[in-house]
């Protein structure tokens, strides 16, 4: 887990209100690499446009924009970080980079 769950969470309901709707996890569309996991805890009428930037250097691709619908946590994969996360024209962009085998 990181910070950035914290940070972002602008959730509105009780912990007792979650649910494990499941994970997704976006990989970059360029070097495949799993950059974030998509927690969806919650229905609700919420839909959320979301992409990820590979920040890592020997790529800087993205992933494919992915729409999230309900309320969701997001966080890194057991393989990746994430760097930043801002708003830009209603979508969510991430940035998140790679571990490497062995890096933690
Ligand atoms: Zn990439």
């Not at 209100?17 to 499941?22: I, M």
């Not at 569309?29 to 974030?36: G, Q, T, V």
């Not at 994430?82 to 940035?95: P, R």
Request: proline share 2%; with cysteine; net charge negative.
């Amino acid at each position: 887990m990181n910070d950035y769950n914290d940070d972002y969470d602008d959730f509105e309901g009780s912990a007792s209100d979650l649910e494990d709707l499941g994970h997704t996890i976006i990989d970059c569309a360029d070097c495949h690499s799993p950059l974030i996991d998509i927690w969806r805890v919650q229905e609700s009428e919420r839909r959320t446009d979301i992409k990820v930037i590979c920040d890592n250097p020997d790529c800087q691709g993205s992933s494919w924009k992915y729409l999230v619908e309900g309320e969701f946590y997001i966080g890194c994969t057991d393989k990746s970080r994430i760097v930043d996360i801002e708003e830009s024209d209603g979508m969510t962009l991430i940035h998140a980079v790679s571990q490497k085998e062995g890096e933690v």
